[in-house]
């Protein structure tokens, strides 16, 4: 953003050494077919997003982060994995999408290849005094966890409870360093930049890939969220903040995710703060270069990409103008018979939100944006589930008034919204 009943036993870490990087010819080149939900191996065709049986996927969800200092999923110091899963799953969402951050798998790396316990985590991002209360609270809510269980155990427990609920999973990169996103000053903005070191991204994605492949419930990976001008390095700004830069990089990405996982999906987002994704599907050159878009660039995995886009324009007053912005920045590439959508895909509005009060759903905003979804039978997620999080910008407890539930996370911060602009949002999208 411009920003589960637990199992009696939690999901173990996979066993890392010795398959990270693997390439993808060790790949099966045709995956054995899931005989139940998901029903994966996924695969793209036109504008769709399918599963094994021919059958259309459209996202109807949920941002649920996980990518602040705490570097788990926010909440569970108020409610428990089932209860929140319960709540997305009563809305008939079909999705949540997962943010982390890089700096997880680089301390994991320093560790050698140990993750960090929660307890920890909690007392190095809250403090000796506010850590040990929290991380008390977060067990008091999900007792089937204890003073041994690590960061990617608790992702590992929301994967979990996903799949009994048969809840897909989008796992998002949200930054490398673990904090609140984003400004185009935090080092995390673009490839290179003083926290997004491109090596240690690329083993990130290649990890998690690995990590997460055992959760029935991943159905799609994305690349990286929200890319933005570097304005505080202007040497790179001025040489790399270009498509050119951006293609190279998204190739390399590509292949970390699809080597490590060719069943799952994979969502490239674009620039200044994945607002625009034109040159891609419009096949023109991908500047400074010449250079243009080619699925032969992505083998292998080229029916494996989907495009992702943001949009924050809550001032707007004209749901025309909104709608023609959704179309030529990113919505454009669903329409095959336009002549200017040279490459198809399938796109999904990763993040949009507002305030969430009993007034502001009404608004251009927000009803332009569902009106519109629906009429493209496209997918989405809304910023965000959190009704606080466990620290924000330094605040510790941080307020969110855009969260759909209360800042304890047991209620629904606008009904009104909920019953009558979200739940039919949902049931006029939702598809698997």
């Known amino acids: 953003m411009l920003g589960l009943s637990l199992a009696s036993s939690l999901v173990p870490l996979l066993a890392l050494s010795g398959v990270l990087f693997a390439p993808s010819s060790w790949a099966s080149p045709t995956p054995r077919q899931s005989a139940s939900w998901p029903y994966g191996p996924f695969k793209v065709s036109g504008a769709e997003m399918k599963d094994s049986r021919g059958e259309s996927i459209v996202y109807a969800g949920v941002n649920w982060p996980g990518h602040g200092e705490v570097m788990i999923p926010d909440g569970l110091q108020y409610q428990?994995?089932?209860?929140?899963?319960?709540?997305?799953?009563?809305?008939?969402?079909?999705a949540i999408r997962l943010t982390y951050a890089i700096q997880m798998v680089d301390q994991i790396y320093a560790n050698g290849n140990k993750d960090t316990t929660v307890q920890a985590s909690f007392n190095t991002a809250l403090g000796q005094t506010n850590g040990p209360k929290v991380y008390a609270q977060f067990l008091a809510k999900n007792p089937s966890f204890n003073s041994s269980t690590t960061r990617l155990q608790v992702f590992d427990a929301v994967a979990a409870e996903c799949a009994k609920q048969q809840i897909h999973v989008h796992l998002d990169n949200h930054m490398s360093r673990a904090a609140w996103c984003c400004s185009t000053t935090d080092g995390n903005s673009w490839f290179n930049d003083r926290d997004y070191n491109v090596a240690n991204w690329v083993r990130g994605l290649t990890y998690m890939a690995t990590h997460s492949k055992s959760w029935t419930?991943?159905?799609?990976?994305?690349?990286?969220?929200?890319?933005?001008s570097p304005d505080n390095d202007a040497a790179l700004k001025a040489q790399s903040y270009n498509w050119r830069d951006w293609y190279s990089y998204v190739r390399q990405g590509t292949q970390a995710i699809n080597g490590a996982n060719p069943n799952i999906l994979i969502f490239l987002s674009g620039l200044d703060f994945d607002t625009w994704l034109t040159p891609v599907f419009q096949g023109t050159a991908l500047t400074p270069g010449t250079a243009r878009y080619s699925a032969a660039d992505f083998p292998g995995h080229a029916d494996k990409l989907v495009l992702e886009i943001h949009n924050y324009e809550n001032s707007a007053t004209s749901c025309s103008s909104l709608q023609s912005n959704l179309y030529s920045k990113g919505?454009?590439?669903?329409?095959?018979?336009?002549?200017k959508a040279v490459n198809v895909f399938p796109v999904v509005l990763?993040?949009?939100?507002?305030?969430?009060t009993d007034a502001e759903w009404k608004k251009v905003y927000a009803s332009c944006i569902a009106s519109y979804l629906a009429q493209q039978h496209a997918g989405w997620f809304i910023w965000v589930i959190s009704g606080s999080y466990y620290i924000r910008s330094g605040t510790q407890d941080y307020e969110e008034s855009w969260g759909l539930l209360s800042h304890d996370w047991s209620a629904w911060r606008s009904q009104s919204y909920i019953d009558g602009g979200l739940k039919p949002l949902v049931k006029n999208t939702v598809k698997n």
């Open 80 to 94: 428990s994995i089932e209860t929140i899963v319960s709540k997305i799953k009563s809305l008939g969402m079909n």
């Open 217 to 228: 419930a991943l159905t799609s990976m994305s690349l990286r969220n929200e890319l933005r």
């Open 331 to 339: 919505f454009q590439a669903m329409h095959a018979e336009d002549a």
């Open 350 to 356: 990763t993040e949009f939100g507002f305030a969430q």
